[in-house]
């Protein structure tokens, strides 16, 4: 198995710009977690889906953050517009129903 | 809603030494505690868990103990080695029913120093 798989592994982009990263999870895996990671805040679960239906978006920060889960093979995190203060390692996980939670190696996304 | 603390954040210790790292949870609903290992550039990888029915388990060099009353939990790598060095993340989660949500602790950096 592939694991989970992210895309792009790497993101630059300027202020104001409109930013999509993209997750696939593990195959037969029916629970996806997007997380953020800073320096500052550690580790933070942003939304997670169950059965591609948004389940908690609590963490979601603002407005500015939408995420989707169109099939059971594929989710987005889509910022819109970007600032700098967006800059950080954002990591999509899945399980499927027990609580070992196996995370992709991340998109690191800076915004100049 | 739940929050986790820590310690240290930082810990150094001689290969062959054993590292503790600590963690006190808020939540009393809280049964489900991981620890996760993240290397350089990698995605945060589970190493071992403990639920709330048990007060210890071990795999291999690697120790997790519970204490329900106190809320805190352990981990404990006896005989370290240089790629034990990393960042270790406990958290917690109630389990079952639709709630899987992990609450992360801010991570203890690791160094075995050779």
């Known amino acids: 198995d592939a694991g989970v798989i992210q895309s792009p592994r790497h993101e630059v982009t300027e202020m104001g710009q409109e930013v999509t990263l993209r997750c696939k999870p593990i195959?037969?895996?029916?629970?996806l977690f997007w997380y953020r990671q800073t320096m500052m805040r550690g580790l933070e679960l942003l939304i997670y889906?169950?059965?591609?239906?948004?389940?908690?978006d609590s963490g979601m920060p603002e407005d500015r953050f939408s995420a989707k889960m169109p099939n059971a093979s594929f989710s987005t995190l889509k910022i819109q517009p970007s600032e700098p203060r967006d800059s950080a390692v954002y990591f999509c996980?899945?399980?499927?129903?027990?609580?070992?939670?196996?995370f992709g190696p991340g998109t690191r996304l800076t915004v100049l | 809603g739940e929050n986790v603390e820590q310690h240290p954040s930082t810990l150094s210790v001689q290969e062959g030494d054993s590292a503790v790292i600590k963690c006190t949870y808020s939540?009393?609903?809280?049964?489900?505690f991981p620890w996760y290992k993240q290397e350089l550039g990698k995605g945060p990888q589970l190493i071992i868990d403990?639920?709330?029915?048990?007060g210890e388990k071990k795999d291999q060099r690697i120790a997790v103990t519970l204490n329900k009353t106190a809320k805190h939990f352990s981990l404990h790598i006896t005989e370290t080695q240089p790629e034990d060095s990393a960042v270790y993340f406990c958290a917690a989660s109630p389990s079952g029913g639709s709630n899987y949500k992990l609450t992360f602790g801010k991570g203890t950096l690791l160094t075995v120093n050779p």
């Open positions: 889906f169950n059965n591609n239906v948004p389940i908690d």
């Open positions: 403990i639920r709330s029915n048990v």
């Open positions: 996980a899945s399980n499927w129903g027990g609580n070992e939670q196996f």
């Open positions: 195959s037969g895996h029916d629970y």
């Open positions: 939540d009393s609903a809280s049964n489900y």
